[in-house]
């Protein structure tokens, strides 16, 4: 063996190694959630704020700042402001308050949620060292295969969280939900998708595969929040259905949903994920198809990646036409985005591991 292939050995095993680490890093950020989560249920803010949502939820018109008195140790008292009022975009007229988050406005909740996105920071970037090692172990660009793409993609949803959390927006309620979800991917790829390093055909030796297939793990990493955000804006608006009905939530109902933002805030925040992403993956489809241009000498060929990524296209732009369109908005919009987000996720396995064409060559 000479000294290159030894070297390229030793990256591919470092690569390995830092995988590795960074779940064992992920499950600390994970169990550091699940603590932010279960201290902020128990707190006095975390109540009060699940009342004030119970009995604004009926109310029509954003009212002033509403101060709540809340009992402290001595008998003294408190003075609460309520979380800022929010119109609901979806159909209907309801003023709801966002929710105190998952922390519930405690020091020691808090605290652990600081914690898990330092973890989350640290595990992001010992992920990011092992693609990095992977893609040195092969001299390419780490996304030849599924394996790859895999660490690839979560490295990058993981990203984007961090960026949303760095630009001071409020998502750390996704924090529980990502991480798992990693650790999911994470196991996923290292159990059955693990691929050699290896050098990839010919047809892949384009500089197209770096601007090609980045953009792809882009946008879906992005469209994973989109979706991540959709998905709990229709529990949360069950939750407020549930209130302005006069319905009695229960008891996760009161813990957990209470806490997230308003389903309006929700709504608002997947759209515009969704909507800033789309222009992206409608260059990602056009950059492939330059790229088949040049690999095949064709730029369409109706291959089964092709038309999927084609369908997620026509998913995602009918879902943000019919967000665009008044009677569309809210739950009947979300549907649509996850069914959308599901075309994705089709596209990448299901495409991948049961359906062959021209893109199989790398395998799993």
């Not at 001595?74 to 309520?82: E, F, I, N, S």
């Not at 709990?232 to 939530?249: H, T, V």
Request: proline residues 2%; glycine residues 10%.
């Amino acid at each position: 063996m000479n000294l290159a292939a030894a070297t390229n050995e030793n990256l591919a095993h470092t690569s390995n190694v830092l995988i590795y680490s960074s779940m064992a890093v992920y499950t600390l950020a994970f169990f550091a959630h699940i603590a932010e989560w279960v201290f902020g249920s128990r707190s006095k803010v975390g109540r009060t704020a699940a009342a004030l949502t119970e009995a604004e939820a009926g109310a029509e018109g954003a009212g002033a700042s509403v101060k709540v008195q809340v009992a402290q140790k001595g008998g003294g008292t408190a003075v609460l402001d309520r979380p800022k009022i929010i119109t609901r975009s979806a159909a209907g007229t309801r003023d709801v308050p966002d929710g105190p988050g998952a922390a519930g406005g405690t020091f020691k909740g808090d605290l652990y949620g600081r914690m898990a996105v330092s973890m989350t920071v640290l595990a992001f970037l010992v992920q990011a060292g092992g693609v990095i090692a992977r893609a040195l172990s092969v001299q390419r660009a780490p996304w030849g295969n599924m394996y790859e793409f895999s660490i690839t993609f979560s490295t990058v949803a993981v990203a984007a969280y961090l960026t949303l959390l760095a630009l001071k927006k409020n998502v750390r309620w996704m924090g529980l939900l990502l991480v798992t979800t990693v650790l999911l991917d994470l196991g996923i790829a290292t159990t059955w998708l693990y691929t050699d390093s290896d050098q990839l055909v010919p047809a892949l030796h384009s500089y197209w595969l770096w601007i090609h297939v980045s953009t792809a793990i882009l946008c879906g990493a992005v469209f994973y929040i989109g979706a991540v955000g959709t998905l709990l804006y229709l529990f949360r608006d069950s939750y407020e259905n549930k209130l302005a009905n006069g319905g009695q939530p229960g008891s996760f109902a009161r813990s957990v949903l209470s806490r997230l933002p308003a389903a309006s805030t929700l709504d608002k925040f997947s759209y515009r994920i969704n909507a800033a992403v789309f222009p992206l993956w409608t260059f990602t489809i056009i950059a492939g198809a330059i790229w088949a241009g040049d690999a095949w000498g064709r730029y369409w060929g109706w291959d089964p990646k092709e038309v999927w990524s084609f369908i997620t296209w026509v998913a995602y732009a009918c879902y943000l036409h019919a967000r665009a369109t008044a009677g569309w908005k809210g739950r009947k919009a979300a549907y649509l985005a996850l069914i959308a987000f599901g075309c994705w996720l089709f596209n990448y396995y299901g495409v991948n591991i049961f359906v062959t064409g021209k893109h199989s060559y790398a395998g799993v």
